[in-house]
């Protein structure tokens, strides 16, 4: 259940050549959802958080309320949010990045329609960090305001790395590195790559 065509898509590529898995219907946001799992009966839901009118989220909590509901794993894009938390004590079955590589993917489906629940490193972290009160959910409000790229930028920067190695981990450029930075300072309000690696960590991402 995702709301890009293209995602949907790969998710077809993805795990449709598995003799072991049958992909028995799609849906673009919440409301198709519920109706496509009322129709075919699936065993596993892949949920999209962010969509259009009734969100993953929203989706995630109807669908688990009904008799003999499936199974779900959460897919979305960022690690660092606070949704993902409540996701997952909505009751979801399991949460994955969507850049996860494709025999994981495969393998978190099995591993989830077994009835085993599966968690992202990073996810995993996040969740450790919450129950341990080192999770500041202000921390992941001001990340959430974060680019996808901006948000690599300064998981790398409160890993210590200097522009150059940003720049070599992430396969850009010097110049992107800077120019991360800098919108990164404007959002979260400082000048300070210390005061960034503290809100990343603060965030449950290291």
Do not use: C, W
């Not at 596993?44 to 009734?54: F, H, K, T, Y």
């Not at 660092?80 to 990045?97: C, P, Q, S």
């Not at 959910?137 to 890993?159: F, G, N, S, Y």
């Not at 991360?180 to 965030?203: C, E, P, Q, W």
């Amino acid at each position: 259940m995702d709301d890009d065509p293209m995602v949907r898509t790969g998710l077809r590529l993805i795990l449709g050549g598995e003799p072991d898995l049958d992909i028995v219907g799609e849906a673009a946001d919440g409301r198709q959802a519920m109706t496509v799992v009322r129709d075919v009966r699936p065993h596993v839901v892949l949920m999209d958080i962010r969509m259009p009118g009734q969100d993953g989220l929203t989706t995630t909590e109807l669908l688990l309320n009904q008799p003999s509901p499936p199974r779900i794993l959460v897919l979305t894009t960022f690690d660092a949010d606070d949704m993902v938390l409540r996701a997952l004590r909505l009751g979801a079955h399991g949460f994955l990045l969507k850049d996860t590589p494709p025999a994981k993917m495969i393998e978190a489906v099995r591993t989830v329609a077994r009835g085993e629940p599966v968690l992202s490193p990073s996810v995993a972290r996040q969740v450790i960090a919450a129950a341990t009160g080192r999770y500041k959910p202000q921390a992941v409000k001001e990340l959430d305001q974060l680019t996808e790229r901006e948000r690599e930028v300064a998981i790398e920067v409160a890993r210590g790395g200097s522009n150059s190695e940003i720049a070599t981990n992430l396969s850009v450029s010097v110049a992107t590195v800077k120019a991360s930075i800098t919108r990164i300072f404007a959002k979260l309000g400082t000048d300070s790559r210390v005061d960034v690696a503290n809100k990343v960590r603060d965030a449950g991402l290291l």
